[in-house]
């Protein structure tokens, strides 16, 4: 369980904290969106999970922070490291090898797992994020989407408690987006992996996720199922979360009185919904 | 499309052997190339050094590297014709003579550096990082922080180059010609551009420092490496080889 209390943060160089007031409880398995608008601080609140705060960027740390019973406050960088997967927002700069095997082997060598456990793992990782072909390329000869699965096949082959992604799917298209979302769902489940995505693509969040945390000016305005936080689209949009144009457009015809079921939060849904209202 | 120092997968003789041969007989081959002035036993080498980047299909990024150290390489030569009066004179300068030595000179320097620095850049395209990092911390008992440290370094090189491509093109598409006036010119529009190159490559920097600690770096030790790299009966002839170069290098020195 992640488990945040009244966590603030203010990086050493700024004059104003960067989230203030986090209260966040985040039970084991669950797969969590966060999402909100540049410069909010949900990369920061992503930090203070796995322990790049305030281990790698010092500053004013206020509240608790703790992960699987770990304060990351108080424990190392390392410990942390052995419960919470992380793969950063700059693919390029995680990848330390330059064969996608080698790359995979890094953070098992690492963390000293049985060199009997490292093929299995290795396997089951690169399969698990359908990328088991691309095993002995080069890695600057791939794609920026392979690439991305490659960072994160190789944090999964650590079959870690916690899975941290930092906008995992920025340089895909929206067809491997949603790929890897749902490689990233199955694995959860299968896994009972809690996984934490900070992502501007809120279609996908609300399609995966279980539960959805709109981070605005450092505070978090929203933490709740998507379909529930979905229903505030124009709140969303004042904030700078642009909801799916189908989620807008059904809330818009509750609010005038014209439908009245669940929460839409993609096409399919509305169309479902609109279909009940027409006939 | 591989870039300056990347790896080229192969299966050629010199891709199989140990990297720890491969980097060893890489550092005694340059050794011997300055050993010796001899340019009949340079050119000797320096055709070996091809030999071996032929063998491994590597006549295109040899061809390039030595492109680049025949420029540095020429700067040197140019210095020695102006200021090593030896041998029959050919131009009589007001502070001395360009002679028949001083060619040789500039000849041996040339050749020299294209020779010393072939085996050790094929090191590079025909070895993984990660191979070369790991065999000398396993073999060599070098710490795994000095290892990661240089094969970080050698890792960044194309991506910083390519940073510094795309900072190139952009600054193109706002009209700036890199191309129109020469290498000054060229020289002089691309200092600026080193400040944003500078400050994305402390970022990148940073960000891989931060990659690589929470995937356990500092639990690495000697034994945690998953690879063994044993020496085949290739990698000990390849080593007698470079020594057997060495001898030859510093008999030459001393017997002529």
């Known amino acids: 369980m992640i488990e945040i209390k009244d966590f603030t943060f203010r990086y050493r160089e700024s004059s104003s904290p960067v989230v203030e007031g986090i209260n966040l409880v985040i039970p084991d398995g669950a797969f969590v969106g966060i999402t909100g608008s540049a410069g909010s601080g949900k990369s920061t609140l992503t930090y203070a999970m796995n322990g790049i705060v305030p281990h790698c960027y010092p500053g004013d740390f206020f509240g608790s922070v703790t992960v699987g019973g770990l304060d990351t406050c108080e424990a190392s960088l390392t410990d942390i490291s052995r419960i919470v997967g992380s793969v950063c927002q700059d693919i390029d700069s995680q990848i330390v090898t330059s064969i996608v095997e080698d790359e995979m082997l890094y953070g098992l060598e690492n963390f000293g797992f049985a060199h009997d456990q490292i093929e299995g793992r290795i396997g089951r990782a690169l399969a698990d994020m359908g990328i088991a072909d691309l095993r002995s390329r080069v890695i600057a000869s791939l794609s920026g989407g392979q690439k991305q699965k490659v960072a994160i096949a190789s944090i999964l082959a650590l079959e870690p408690k916690v899975l941290v992604l930092d906008e995992p799917t920025a340089e895909l298209d929206p067809a491997s987006s949603l790929q890897v979302f749902g490689l990233l769902a199955r694995y959860a489940r299968e896994h009972g992996t809690t996984v934490v995505v900070v992502e501007q693509k809120i279609a996908l969040l609300s399609q995966f996720a279980d539960m959805l945390v709109i981070v605005d000016g450092g505070k978090i305005r929203f933490a709740d199922a998507p379909a529930d936080v979905l229903a505030y689209s124009e709140e969303l949009l004042e904030i700078g979360v642009n909801c799916p144009r189908a989620t807008t457009l059904m809330n818009r015809l509750a609010a005038t009185g014209l439908y009245a079921g669940p929460v839409c939060r993609d096409v399919e849904e509305a169309c479902r919904a609109l279909s009940e209202v027409i006939l | ?256």
């Open chain 2, 1 to 256: 499309m591989n870039g300056f120092l990347e790896y080229v997968p192969g299966d050629s003789l010199l891709h199989r052997l140990n990297p720890v041969a491969k980097l060893l007989f890489a550092i005694v081959f340059a050794i011997t190339c300055f050993c010796t002035g001899n340019l009949v036993f340079l050119c000797c080498m320096f055709a070996l050094g091809i030999a071996m980047a032929a063998s491994c299909g590597m006549m295109k990024q040899v061809l390039g590297l030595m492109k680049a150290v025949f420029v540095f390489s020429l700067i040197l030569a140019i210095l020695l014709v102006f200021t090593t009066p030896q041998g029959e004179m050919l131009v009589e300068l007001p502070w001395g003579y360009i002679g028949t030595g001083s060619l040789l000179a500039a000849a041996t320097t040339i050749v020299r550096l294209e020779a010393a620095a072939i085996p050790l850049f094929l090191t590079f395209y025909v070895t993984k990082i990660s191979d070369l990092s790991n065999s000398v911390v396993k073999v060599l008992h070098v710490p795994y922080k000095y290892a990661f440290t240089f094969a970080s370094t050698v890792h960044f090189i194309p991506v910083f180059m390519n940073d510094m491509k795309g900072i190139m093109e952009a600054q193109t598409a706002r009209g700036i010609e890199f191309d129109v006036g020469g290498i000054v010119n060229k020289v002089r529009l691309m200092v600026p551009l080193c400040v944003p190159l500078l400050v994305s490559s402390v970022r990148k920097t940073n960000s891989a420092a931060i990659a690589a600690e929470v995937r356990g770096f500092n639990l690495r030790t000697r034994e945690s490496g998953y690879k063994q790299y044993p020496f085949s009966g290739a990698d000990f002839v390849v080593l007698a080889l470079a020594v057997g170069l060495l001898a030859a290098a510093i008999c030459l020195t001393v017997l002529l």
